[in-house]
C-alpha cells in the first residue's frame, strides 16, 4: 500500500463498489464500536456546515426534480470568488446558497444557478429571479 497507495484506493473502491451490503454492514460495525467519537470526529470538521448545506440543497433540488448538483469544493469556491460576501448586498453576515433562476421557476442546482447571499437577502428575494431581484432592490434604493 505504501509503495502504490493510489493503485490501493482503487482496489478498494472497487471492492466497495462490488460488495456494497459486506462494506456497509463493516461502516456499521465501526460506527457502533464507539458511536460519540466518530460523531464528534464528523462534527470537528471546518466544513461541516457547508457539508450539511449542500446536502439540505440537494435534497431540496429532488423533490423539485431539478437538474443539476454541485459539491461542497464548488460552493466554497464560489464564496471565495465573491469574497465571503453576498452577491446581492456585499454583506459578510453568514451565506446561503441562493438559485439565481429559483427551483420553483424552472431553475437548476447546478454551481452556475447559484449565488452566495446573506439570509437577509435571499428571503427578501423569494421566488424571484436574479434579475427581477436586483430590478426590485435598485427600486427600494432609489425611493
Known amino acids: 500500500m505504501r509503495l502504490n497507495a493510489e493503485k490501493a484506493r482503487a482496489a478498494m473502491r472497487r471492492w466497495r463498489h462490488r460488495h ?3 462494506h456497509r454492514a463493516e461502516l456499521q460495525r465501526y ?3 464507539d458511536p460519540q467519537r466518530r460523531q464528534k470526529q464528523i ?3 471546518e466544513h461541516r456546515p457547508a457539508v450539511r448545506r449542500a446536502m439540505w440543497q440537494r435534497r431540496r433540488a429532488r423533490e ?8 461542497v469544493a464548488e460552493w466554497l469556491a464560489l464564496v471565495g ?3 465571503a460576501r453576498c452577491a446581492y448586498c456585499g454583506s ?3 451565506l446561503e446558497m441562493d438559485h439565481r433562476v429559483p427551483l420553483a421557476r424552472g431553475g437548476t442546482n447546478a ?3 447559484i449565488l452566495p447571499a446573506c439570509g437577509r437577502c435571499n428571503r427578501r428575494k423569494h421566488t424571484r429571479t436574479e434579475a427581477e431581484f436586483r430590478a426590485w432592490l435598485a427600486l427600494q434604493h432609489r425611493d
Open 92 to 94: 459578510a453576515a453568514p
Open 20 to 22: 456494497p451490503e459486506e
Open 111 to 113: 454551481i452556475d444557478n
Open 81 to 83: 470568488s465573491y469574497g
Open 64 to 71: 423539485a426534480r431539478a437538474e443539476g448538483s454541485f459539491s
Open 31 to 33: 460506527y457502533a464500536k
Open 43 to 45: 462534527d470537528a470538521s
